[in-house]
């Protein structure tokens, strides 16, 4: 399995796969190999292991074991690229504790 990212929003998978697909996008772009998918909001701490970063789309003041990146910029576009970038770092990090 490739390297996870997982998206998840307070009320379902909209705006969560909005993100999760213009995300994917970009990665693709970049030659990045993960895979960006959108969860549940009440499955994200099942998915927390072997995830690289999570990109949340709800203010949450939780404490997460992975990176948390802020989804809102991905939807709005204003702070997007400081977002993509932790993103990137998060997905480097990952590949180097773990391939």
Do not use: H, W
Request: glycine content about 8%; some cysteine; charged content about 30%.
């Amino acid at each position: 399995m490739g390297i996870r990212v997982i998206v998840a929003c307070g009320s379902g998978v909209a705006t969560s796969q909005t993100v999760a697909s213009k995300v994917n996008r970009m990665l693709k772009e970049k030659k990045v190999d993960a895979l960006v998918e959108a969860v549940d909001l009440k499955s994200v701490d099942r998915y927390m292991d072997g995830s690289a970063a999570y990109i949340t789309i709800v203010k949450n003041a939780k404490e997460y074991p992975i990176p948390v990146i802020n989804g809102i910029a991905f939807l709005t576009g204003m702070g997007k690229d400081q977002e993509f970038d932790k993103l990137l770092k998060a997905i480097e990090d990952y590949k180097k504790k773990n391939l």
